[in-house]
Each structure stands twice: as C-alpha cells, then as structure tokens.
C-alpha cells in the first residue's frame, strides 16, 4: 500500500461487513476513513490486496463552504466527505454497501450517530447513522434514479451468459436496466431454484456487462409483495458475486415503483447473500412523491 508522498505511512484500513449486525454475514467493505494524499493507483492497490469486492475512500471535504454546498444540494445538513470506491479491478462511481459500512465505521470513530453528506462521482448522497439499542444502521438516500429498457439482443446475450432459458424468467417483472448512482440490468426468476441455481460465463457476462456500462447484473425472486430475495453476479469487479448490494438495492426500488409492482410509498425487504453463506438484509424505502430512494441496514466491525 503507497500513497502519494515517499515514505509516506500507510493508511489505517478499517474492515466493516453491512448489512448484516454478523461480522460473518452481510458484505464486507474495506474503509480508509482519511484518503488525503493517495493517488488512484495507490486506492486501487488498497482494494486489490483488501480483496473485498469494494473498498471506500473518505476525505474530508476541503472547506466549509464545500460542506455547505454539499449540504445544500442533498437537502440535508451533514458532516461532508468526498468519497471514491474502488473494486479489486476498476473504480466504480457509487457503491451501496460501502456506503453504509463507512457511514458506521465514521460514527464509531469519532464523528458519532447523525447526518453525514457524501460527494461521490454519482452525485450527492446523504447518509444517516442511527444508534437504536447499540446496533448502529446507516440510511442512504439515492441520486436521482431512471429505469431504461433493455434490448432484445442484450437480454438474449444476458441470458445465454447466465444459462437461463428464457422460460425461467417471471413475466410479471419484466427485464430493465435500472439507475440509482450505478446501472444494473435486472432480471426476474420465476423460482427459488433458479436463483438459487447461480453458475455463469464469467468473461462473457464481464464483456456484455461493460458493453452496457453495468456494475452489476440483479437477479431477483419475489417470495411475496414487498419481499425479495437477490443476487448479484459482479464479474467487472473481478468479483464472482456481491453479498449484499445496495446500490442494486436502490436501483431495484426505483424499478419496482417505476413498472409499478409495489405502491408508491413502500418498505421493501431484500434478502441477499443466503446463498453465499452471508446472509444479509436490506431495507428499502419509496415515499410517495420523493423519486429518490432509501436504503438501510446494519453494519459491523469485522476484527482483524
């Protein structure tokens, strides 16, 4: 691990799992709370030798008129940070379980439960940090979200990437790429099973995934009206599959509201990660007349 500056310390990398109050659950994150002075090459070094599928990088925002407009744009007052997100391969512009882990590892470092204001190359996203009980859970609040269609030969190429015939799709939730801070094609198994049931190309899915800009690809099981069961294939990132994914979370309520499968004002739960051993839950929130969308959880310090 370098930074910027010859000889330079390294930096202190803390180890958060979100979405889950089990260290051995949820998604785990690698948190530099103070990036000042490390290069891209230096972040992404951290996030290859951390090894998990991504790690956030926090600076404090440079000056109070930056915390302010930061605070301003979002709606929200906070404590500002700019933050970057790194897989063990590539930048991505917003990270959803980094997110909430970093927001924690900040309240648990100093900074304390409340509002945090974070600047990333998405856009703006407020985060607060709540203490119920001794069990910290941070909410994020989405960039402005879009769901897009996707073409006939993308969803044939996704397809045939997964091996999923087209039967073991659910019509009722019809195949989009949807936006909330990162893109995500989304589709739809009609069983458990076939969710269940996870082995794919994984160059050829990387290929289509970059073709179309996507950071990860969200399979989806509905197991009744507001609760979902998720997976996420994550070869851009170098990463076989995500654990717990919140910006797949967020774009997945911004679709679900949008095709209108759920109401308006809306508490989905998002069971990820069962299938990998590390189980997690993700809380998502729809308020009537706000596009913008909510995702909680838990998160823990993983020791070590």
Same mark, same amino acid.
């Given at each position: 691990?370098?930074?910027?500056?010859?000889?330079?310390?390294?930096?202190?990398?803390?180890?958060?799992?979100?979405?889950?109050?089990?260290?051995?659950? $949820?998604?785990?994150?690698?948190?530099?709370?103070?990036?000042?002075?490390?290069? @891209?090459?230096?972040?992404?070094?951290?996030?290859?030798?951390?090894?998990?599928?991504?790690? +956030?990088?926090?600076?404090?925002?440079?000056?109070?008129?930056?915390?302010?407009?930061?605070?301003?744009?979002?709606? #929200?007052? $906070?404590?500002?940070?700019? *933050?970057?997100?790194?897989?063990? #391969?590539?930048?991505?512009?917003?990270?959803?379980?980094?997110?909430?882990?970093?927001?924690?590892?900040?309240?648990?470092?100093?900074?304390?439960? $409340?509002?945090?204001?974070?600047?990333?190359?998405?856009?703006?996203? =407020?985060?607060?940090?709540? @203490?119920? @009980? $001794? &069990?910290?859970?941070?909410?994020?609040?989405?960039?402005?979200?879009?769901? %897009?269609?996707?073409?006939? +030969?993308?969803?044939?190429?996704?397809?045939?990437?997964? %091996?999923?015939? &087209? @039967?073991?799709?659910?019509?009722?939730? =019809? =195949?989009?790429? &949807?936006?909330?801070?990162?893109?995500?094609?989304?589709? +739809? +198994?009609?069983?458990?099973?076939?969710?269940? %049931?996870?082995?794919?190309?994984?160059?050829?899915?990387?290929?289509?995934?970059?073709?179309?800009?996507?950071?990860?690809?969200?399979?989806?099981?509905?197991?009744?009206?507001?609760?979902?069961?998720?997976?996420?294939?994550?070869? *851009?990132?170098g990463v076989v599959e995500d654990p717990a994914t919140g910006a797949a979370a967020a &774009?997945?309520?911004?679709?679900?509201?949008?095709?209108?499968?759920?109401?308006?004002?809306?508490?989905?739960?998002?069971? #990820?990660?069962? %299938?990998?051993?590390?189980?997690?839950?993700?809380?998502?929130?729809?308020?009537?007349?706000?596009?913008k969308v909510r995702v909680s959880g838990a998160a823990v310090r993983i020791e070590g």
């Amino acid at each position: 691990m370098t930074t910027n500056a010859p000889g330079a310390a390294s930096p202190a990398v803390l180890r958060y799992t979100a979405f889950s109050a089990d260290p051995a659950g $949820g998604n785990p994150a690698g948190i530099v709370l103070d990036a000042a002075g490390l290069d @891209d090459a230096a972040m992404l070094g951290i996030a290859a030798e951390v090894g998990y599928s991504e790690s +956030a990088f926090l600076t404090p925002a440079p000056d109070s008129a930056s915390a302010s407009a930061s605070a301003s744009a979002s709606g #929200q007052a $906070g404590r500002a940070y700019d *933050v970057r997100y790194f897989s063990p #391969q590539a930048e991505v512009p917003f990270c959803g379980h980094a997110t909430v882990a970093a927001a924690v590892a900040l309240a648990e470092h100093g900074a304390g439960a $409340g509002d945090f204001v974070f600047s990333t190359r998405a856009g703006t996203v =407020p985060v607060t940090v709540t @203490d119920a @009980d $001794g &069990a910290p859970r941070a909410t994020l609040t989405s960039v402005e979200p879009h769901v %897009d269609e996707v073409t006939a +030969a993308d969803l044939t190429e996704a397809l045939a990437s997964l %091996d999923w015939p &087209a @039967d073991d799709l659910d019509p009722a939730l =019809p =195949p989009r790429i &949807a936006y909330a801070g990162a893109r995500h094609l989304i589709l +739809a +198994a009609a069983t458990r099973e076939r969710l269940a %049931d996870l082995s794919y190309d994984f160059e050829r899915l990387a290929a289509l995934m970059r073709r179309l800009d996507l950071t990860t690809v969200q399979l989806v099981w509905r197991e009744k009206d507001l609760t979902f069961h998720v997976r996420d294939p994550f070869p *851009v990132g170098g990463v076989v599959e995500d654990p717990a994914t919140g910006a797949a979370a967020a &774009a997945f309520g911004a679709y679900a509201r949008e095709l209108g499968l759920v109401p308006a004002e809306s508490e989905l739960t998002l069971h #990820q990660g069962a %299938d990998m051993g590390r189980p997690g839950v993700l809380t998502v929130n729809l308020r009537d007349g706000d596009a913008k969308v909510r995702v909680s959880g838990a998160a823990v310090r993983i020791e070590g």
